[in-house]
């Protein structure tokens, strides 16, 4: 089988450097993805790549040859390319178009042969667009379209296939079909296969190695593992939590959206919370300004997992273990120094119970503390203490602890706070009751 | 999903309905030799058209002669003009469909590449003021200065294309800004025109006609369009290519720059050829693709000669038309084509069920 391999390029457009020192090997049967955000130079290492840019540095061989200096319908015989978005002027018949693929192997005047039908079909029915031959290439769905492409770069009989985002401007079943056909490609047939994809999440899933360029340079490349939070964040400069799909084994990104430009506020707000019912809490609140910290939370548990990511303080106890003394009194340091505290509403075990205890301490200490009361009247359902719980949410409520409805409630509430402890300069402790009074209509218990 | 036998003979059927529309063009033209060679300002009819030239062909026939008046309109008046007219209309239709298709455009014709404009120019240059490039052959003035200036704007386009890159706007832009030139320049020479007589014949070599076929210029134009039309031919796949996008056709191994320039070349070869004879034939070279288009579709390997066989059929039909309608003058043939072709071209347009053009 026919090797790839590009050594330290160097492209150019007239005089600008577009990329620099690009290497790239790849093996038989490699599924290879080139991510990186727009400009970044992908789609001129796929046309350099491709026999159309000479790189003015650096080698490209494709065997054991300078694809420089091979022939154009040389490398075609070895080498098919999906360009980006080709457009069709003519409406040739689709198996016209896929018979095109033959061009590098016909002779001048040669008329395509039977074999050449008939290996412009296998092709068709590897894709499964057999059925539309006869169609005109102008008249198909773009997903269609798109695989009659491929079919007829798989006329070509290559070892290598290129494509330019192959699956940019398709639907989300179409875009599955299409990175499904490359792998299959990959695998049954041996294909190298070296794609520009704008979505990591894609690429991550099907693609065996990767090549995250910025600027033109490459910033890592290696196999999925290099899609971490950091490498994402230096290439688009977005937040994301890069978690792993255990279905598939590999990394599955979620794309954030952060505001750092937030004013800072001086205010800290302790969350006491568990099992996810904090994480869109932590994410607002750090989005507004506040400082922000957490606890008793389990480790592994979805809370601490966010917590981690977005870099708030937590008190953390061993996974799936109750809470400890020495837990438990870290968390009351932290609480002490909090300016809010809120609890949400999350169900309570003999193992989480403490966290109550933690809640009564804060209303002790005078600090403005709020329940989330979304689901209270579920709380005989979210109460495995039989009861024991439930005692301690009435304590707290008997001893003044604010409740909201929701979390668009209790911003509106803090937030109306944090006005008056600006213009105050100070927060004053003071009886909650009278907090209350300001806040408003819809937050009123 | 239907059997691949089925498949198989689906794409057959395809070729065959391809097939049987150049097989019923064919037949159109044969039917408009006859009715051509028949009708006429001359006395001669369908009989007499026969008798002589059945008696040329097989002289073995003893077939009673002819008086030679008929012999002479039969032979040196309306045959001469029917085979150029067949060979004229051929050769600019394959050079339009070819030119059409390597450019993606479907309004190219020798027009906008300034072919047209140029030969004009040479052609009045040659009536009005007696200046040709080569004065030594007698009474051809016209036709080589109408050959040459077609050369020189084809060789300017390619020149004004070379300089940025040679692709299919650098090409078109080009054609225009030479078509233009040459227009220009016409207009000055019929502006300063010092007879009125003159003028008069550069207008009327403009609208084009087959009123002055002989068998001697049918020497020079036959074998240009047969050589240029097979080298064309030799194209057609991978004009089909290309016409998939420039990129598209490199990543298959074919060279765009050279398949541009070469049928460029070629377009201009047999269309210089053949208006140096007939004058400006235009519309044919733009109408012809698209009609044959219409039942052939897009595949180059059929669509240049069909495009051949619509355009000479096209031709021979407008001129016997321009021959018949005001016996014994004639209109320029020139006229007829836009008459006839454009209610035809706009049937076509309107009721065909492909969509051709994107």
């Known amino acids: 089988m026919v090797e790839l391999k590009v050594d330290n390029i160097d492209c150019y457009y007239e005089s600008t450097k577009i990329i620099e020192n690009i290497s790239l090997h790849t093996q038989t049967g490699q599924f290879v993805g080139i991510l990186g955000p727009n400009g970044s130079g992908k789609t001129t290492l796929l046309k350099s790549i491709s026999h159309t840019l000479k790189p003015k540095v650096g080698t490209i061989i494709l065997g054991d040859q300078d694809i420089y200096t091979m022939k154009a319908i040389d490398v075609a015989k070895q080498m098919a390319v999906v360009s980006q978005g080709s457009t069709v002027a003519f409406s040739f018949t689709a198996l016209d178009v896929v018979l095109m693929g033959r061009s590098p192997h016909l002779s001048r005047f040669a008329i395509e042969s039977e074999k050449d039908v008939a290996i412009a079909k296998n092709a068709m029915a590897y894709t499964g667009t057999l059925h539309l031959q006869d169609r005109l290439i102008t008249e198909l769905s773009g997903g269609e379209r798109q695989r009659i492409i491929i079919s007829r770069a798989l006329a070509q009989e290559p070892q290598v296939l290129l494509l330019d985002e192959p699956t940019t401007f398709l639907d989300v079943a179409n875009q599955l079909e299409i990175m499904d056909l490359l792998k299959r490609l990959c695998d049954d047939k041996k294909l190298v296969v070296v794609g520009v994809f704008h979505d990591f999440n894609l690429a991550a899933r099907y693609c065996d190695s990767l090549i995250l360029l910025k600027n033109g340079k490459i910033v890592a490349t290696g196999n999925t593992d290099i899609l971490t939070s950091e490498n994402i964040k230096t290439i688009f400069n977005i937040d994301t939590i890069v978690k792993q799909n255990s279905m598939t084994k590999t990394p599955y990104i979620i794309p954030l959206s952060i505001n750092h430009a937030a004013p800072k506020r001086s205010l800290t707000v302790h969350i006491i919370c568990g099992a996810g019912s904090g994480s869109s809490l932590m994410k607002q609140l750090i989005d507004d300004g506040y400082n922000v910290t957490a606890g008793v939370l389990n480790l592994l548990d979805t809370d601490q997992e966010t917590a981690s990511f977005l870099k708030i303080p937590i008190t953390t106890e061993a996974p799936m273990s109750p809470i400890s003394e020495v837990a438990h009194n870290n968390n009351l340091q932290l609480i002490k120094k909090a300016d809010f505290v809120i609890v949400t509403s999350f169900p309570y075990g003999y193992g989480n119970i403490k966290n109550l205890d933690a809640a009564l301490y804060a209303v002790d200490q005078g600090i403005p503390t709020f329940m989330i009361d979304e689901y209270a009247y579920l709380i005989g359902l979210q109460d495995y203490t039989k009861g024991q719980a439930q005692e301690k949410l009435q304590l707290l409520k008997n001893k003044g602890i604010t409740s909201v409805k929701d979390e668009p409630a209790l911003l509106a509430a803090l937030n109306c706070l944090a006005k008056k402890h600006a213009d105050h300069k100070t927060i004053a402790p003071q009886p909650v009751t009278t907090v209350i009074a300001e806040l408003p209509e819809e937050v009123s218990p | ?358």
């Open chain 2, 1 to 358: 999903m239907s059997s691949v036998a089925d498949l198989k003979q689906l794409y057959k059927k395809d070729k065959k309905r391809k097939t049987l529309g150049l097989l019923s063009i064919f037949i159109f033209i044969i039917v408009a030799v006859v009715v051509s060679i028949s009708f006429g300002a001359g006395s001669p009819g369908f009989s007499e058209a026969a008798n002589v030239v059945l008696s040329k062909l097989f002289p073995f026939l003893n077939i009673a002669p002819e008086p030679m008046l008929t012999q002479k309109i039969i032979l040196d008046l309306r045959l001469p003009r029917i085979v150029l007219a067949l060979i004229a209309g051929a050769g600019l239709a394959a050079s339009g469909a070819t030119m059409q298709g390597v450019l993606r455009n479907p309004l190219v014709s020798s027009y906008i590449l300034g072919i047209s404009a140029a030969a004009g120019f040479g052609a009045a240059l040659a009536i009005v003021f007696g200046v040709g490039v080569i004065t030594s052959v007698a009474g051809s003035l016209v036709i080589i200065n109408a050959f040459v200036f077609s050369m020189l704007a084809i060789l300017l386009v390619c020149g004004i294309a070379r300089l940025r890159s040679m692709n299919t706007e650098t090409v078109i832009l080009g054609g225009v800004a030479v078509g233009y030139l040459f227009s220009a320049l016409l207009s000055l020479i019929q502006y300063i025109a010092p007879e009125h007589q003159a003028v008069r014949s550069v207008v009327f070599w403009l609208m084009g006609g087959l009123n002055t076929a002989t068998w001697n210029s049918i020497m020079f134009v036959l074998p240009m369009v047969v050589l240029t039309f097979v080298l064309m031919f030799s194209q057609s796949w991978d004009i089909n290519v290309l016409s998939m996008g420039e990129d598209v056709a490199k990543s298959l191994g074919v060279n765009s720059k050279r398949v541009l320039t070469i049928t460029m070349v070629l377009e201009a070869l047999a269309t210089a050829a053949i208006i140096a004879f007939t004058g400006v034939i235009g519309f044919i070279c733009l109408i012809s693709p698209h009609i044959a288009r219409s039942f052939i579709g897009n595949d180059h390997r059929f669509l240049i000669p069909g495009s051949a066989l619509v355009g000479a059929g096209l031709l021979l039909c407008s001129d016997t038309v321009a021959r018949l309608v005001f016996v014994p003058t004639e209109l320029p043939v020139g006229i007829i084509t836009s008459l006839l072709g454009v209610p035809f071209f706009i049937y076509i347009l309107l009721t065909r069920r492909k969509q051709n053009w994107r």
